[in-house]
């Protein structure tokens, strides 16, 4: 049986079908490009949240490095009335040893005005730790002697806090006591020492966390 041959416009509207037909299962040009957008959108939309987020959500004031890197603990009254110190450990364990802002040495006239290390027969600033081995640490009590912070009308001692290995003083403050003035909490820290971590574990009973320390201090 023949069959009639097929005119330009019969092989057109066969050529569209097809299309049509390619479109629906596939999706047409338009509508891809559209997707794509949509996908594109949500993806800037994220990145835009992660890189720019919305200042309603951040704090304040940042947060310190100190407040970021450490945990900060409190030996109020340490040994002897007013004489606060604090403990801010790293986790890799170091605890920075430092006076409090409630020390009493703060509420003299003028401050502190001097710092020495020389207590006793030794002289903690000429302790020279060296090595991943901490070749030369001396290991220390809680009680132990620090240092003396001096004003113009008194000192005070200074002790260890924890019980561990004494990594290092801050031998600025002998030039520029006036750091503990401004600040205590940060360049003006004491030492570094590096307890063991049972040793810690006994010294963190004792010590109160940053909101205990504020509770107490309001109360006084």
Same mark, same amino acid.
């Given at each position: 049986?023949?069959?009639?041959?097929?005119?330009?416009?019969?092989?057109?509207? $066969?050529?569209?079908?097809? /299309?049509?037909?390619?479109?629906? $299962?596939?999706?047409?040009? #338009?509508?891809? %490009?559209?997707?794509?957008?949509?996908?594109?959108?949500?993806?800037?939309?994220?990145?835009?949240?992660?890189?720019?987020?919305?200042?309603? $959500?951040?704090?304040?004031?940042?947060?310190?490095?100190?407040?970021?890197?450490?945990?900060?603990?409190?030996?109020?009254?340490? %040994?002897?009335?007013?004489?606060?110190?604090?403990?801010?450990?790293?986790?890799?364990?170091?605890?920075?040893?430092?006076?409090?802002?409630?020390?009493?040495?703060?509420?003299? =006239?003028?401050?502190?005005?001097?710092?020495?290390?020389?207590?006793?027969?030794?002289?903690?600033?000429?302790?020279?730790? #060296?090595? +991943?081995?901490?070749?030369?640490?001396?290991?220390?009590?809680?009680?132990?002697?620090?240092?003396?912070?001096?004003?113009?009308?008194?000192?005070?001692?200074?002790?260890?806090?924890?019980?561990?290995?004494?990594? =290092?003083?801050?031998?600025?403050?002998?030039?520029?006591?006036?750091?503990?003035?401004?600040?205590?909490?940060?360049?003006?820290?004491?030492?570094?020492? %590096?307890?063991?971590?049972? /040793?810690?574990?006994?010294? +963190?009973? #004792?010590?109160?966390?940053?909101?205990?320390?504020?509770?107490?201090?309001?109360?006084?």
């Amino acid at each position: 049986m023949l069959q009639a041959p097929m005119t330009d416009g019969s092989a057109q509207a $066969s050529s569209m079908s097809a /299309d049509a037909a390619a479109a629906q $299962s596939n999706g047409s040009p #338009t509508e891809l %490009m559209e997707v794509r957008e949509v996908d594109g959108g949500d993806e800037d939309k994220d990145l835009r949240e992660l890189l720019m987020p919305d200042v309603r $959500s951040l704090p304040l004031v940042p947060p310190s490095a100190v407040e970021s890197n450490f945990v900060a603990y409190f030996a109020p009254d340490f %040994m002897k009335p007013g004489h606060d110190q604090y403990v801010y450990r790293h986790p890799n364990g170091l605890c920075v040893v430092g006076l409090a802002r409630t020390h009493v040495a703060f509420r003299d =006239e003028g401050g502190v005005t001097g710092v020495d290390f020389n207590v006793g027969k030794s002289d903690r600033s000429a302790i020279k730790v #060296t090595g +991943k081995r901490k070749k030369n640490a001396q290991h220390f009590e809680s009680n132990t002697i620090l240092c003396k912070v001096c004003t113009k009308s008194d000192s005070y001692v200074v002790r260890c806090c924890v019980k561990g290995s004494l990594l =290092e003083v801050n031998e600025r403050l002998i030039k520029q006591p006036d750091l503990l003035n401004s600040l205590a909490d940060r360049e003006g820290y004491i030492a570094i020492i %590096m307890p063991k971590p049972a /040793d810690w574990l006994k010294v +963190k009973a #004792t010590l109160l966390g940053l909101e205990e320390y504020k509770r107490l201090k309001e109360q006084c």
